[in-house]
């Protein structure tokens, strides 16, 4: 039984390119969770969603980030146009349902690298 | 407004040491308070989360948690200490209606021989 799978692990994009990070969530988990580590900080939430709806985008940036959950494959978060600000750490999480009650599970994360 | 604090950036303790890492939060409902481990380069792996009932929780690996309600705190404790636990910590609280977290900025954890 795989756990949450991200990937790339690592991503190097140039200032101006599209990222594309996607997560598949552990078996059976219809919620997935986006969270973005910058460094030296702790993990802050970006969005939530299910399947084909996003609950809750409070955290995502007006502009340029967008993320989907289709009804078949992985959720993709997608960055535009990158810049040097959005290098971080890109963390996914699935639960079964809701996701303080049982716990999130966490993938591994995809590191990207704006140069 | 809603917030985690862990006070402690950076930690040394010697190894088979006790160790206390503190957490305090706000939060205007009761909380679901968690604590995460993150070794360098890796993902999220929970240690611990209170929900309710027994507020000493134990979890993986020999950690345990206090949850101090009258003192808004969620501190994180082992006994003796091994070299493998060095990582960072994150303590995490929530529910927002659609069930984010709000994490801590983390506790570096490194351990002496």
């Known amino acids: 039984n795989a756990g949450v799978m991200q990937n790339p692990r690592h991503l190097v994009r140039r200032r101006g390119q599209e990222a594309r990070l996607r997560c598949s969530p552990m078996k059976g988990h219809s919620h997935v969770y986006w969270y973005r580590q910058l460094p030296e900080e702790g993990l802050k939430f970006m969005v939530y969603l299910q399947k084909e709806n996003i609950i809750d985008e409070s955290g995502m940036p007006k502009e340029r980030f967008s993320a989907e959950f289709p009804k078949e494959g992985p959720s993709i978060l997608r960055i535009q146009q990158v810049v040097r600000g959005d290098s971080a750490a890109y963390f996914c999480a699935s639960s079964p349902s809701e996701g303080q009650v049982y716990g999130y599970t966490f993938g591994s994360g995809t590191r990207l690298t704006v140069v | ?113």
Not at chain 2, 22 to 32: H, L, V, W
Not at chain 2, 47 to 52: M, V
Request: hydrophobic share 35%; net charge positive; charged share 15%.
């Open chain 2, 1 to 113: 407004a809603q917030s985690v604090t862990q006070p402690d950036i950076h930690i040394t303790v010697s190894e088979g040491a006790s160790l206390e890492l503190r957490c305090n939060y706000s939060y205007g409902a009761t909380p679901y308070l968690f604590w995460y481990v993150q070794s360098p380069g890796q993902g999220l792996q929970l240690l611990l989360k209170y929900f309710s009932g027994d507020t000493l929780v134990q979890g993986i690996k020999g950690f345990e948690a206090e949850f101090k309600r009258s003192q808004s705190s969620f501190n994180l404790r082992k006994p003796s200490v091994h070299w493998s636990d060095a990582a960072e910590y994150f303590c995490a609280v929530g529910p927002p209606p659609t069930g984010n977290l709000i994490f801590g900025k983390g506790t570096k954890l490194s351990v002496k021989p």
